[in-house]
């Protein structure tokens, strides 16, 4: 008895290339769907191992490696750190938490820091969440970003770091 074929919804974007791979790999895309769903199911526990179609023991035994060997490297993966919380002082104590992954310090009133000063550029620094760390570059400011008497174009923002955005001394936090 043959069993009744499931209509299944994929959207272009994952059909066309699902196509250019069973190209690729000189089967009918049909099948390389069906052959995904039921790793999908494997990987994920909810098809118990059971015997395997003539002919098809090597590859059950290539897709139970596979998705052993992805299991143990997910496990391997260290658990993302999250990153310290970056505080911005000025002289007089706290300008800003930075919060986001975008922060713009500069004089234009739309900047998360305003720096009143008319030296300093409308958008004269960024401060960039990255997976590594918080990044501070110069958006290419008349007056420059500086570090200890060096103009900084990009750089990994340190636990108290004091840059100079023209005059004006900031002091970065780490915590």
């Given at each position: 008895m043959k069993r009744p074929l499931r209509e299944l919804q994929i959207p272009d974007d994952l059909w066309v290339p699902l196509g250019e791979l069973a190209?690729?790999?000189?089967?009918?895309r049909d099948v390389l769907v069906r052959q995904a769903v039921h790793a999908f199911l494997r990987f994920h526990g909810a098809l118990p191992d059971g015997p395997a179609a003539p002919g098809d023991a090597s590859r059950a035994a290539t897709t139970r490696h596979v998705l052993d060997t992805a299991r143990e490297l997910?496990?391997?993966?260290?658990?993302?750190?999250?990153?310290?919380?970056?505080?911005?002082m000025g002289s007089a104590g706290l300008l800003a938490t930075v919060t986001g992954d975008r922060f713009v310090m500069g004089r234009g009133r739309h900047c998360d820091l305003v720096i009143n000063s008319a030296k300093v550029s409308r958008e004269h620094a960024?401060?960039?969440?990255?997976?590594?760390?918080?990044?501070?570059?110069?958006?290419?400011?008349?007056?420059?970003?500086?570090l200890r008497r060096s103009r900084v174009e990009r750089r990994r923002i340190e636990d108290g770091d004091e840059y100079l955005i023209s005059a004006e001394k900031i002091r970065c936090l780490l915590s």
């Open positions: 190209e690729r790999l000189g089967i009918d997910e496990r391997a993966i260290p658990a993302a750190r999250p990153l310290p919380t970056l505080r911005l960024a401060i960039q969440r990255e997976p590594d760390g918080w990044w501070i570059e110069d958006l290419g400011s008349s007056n420059g970003t500086w």
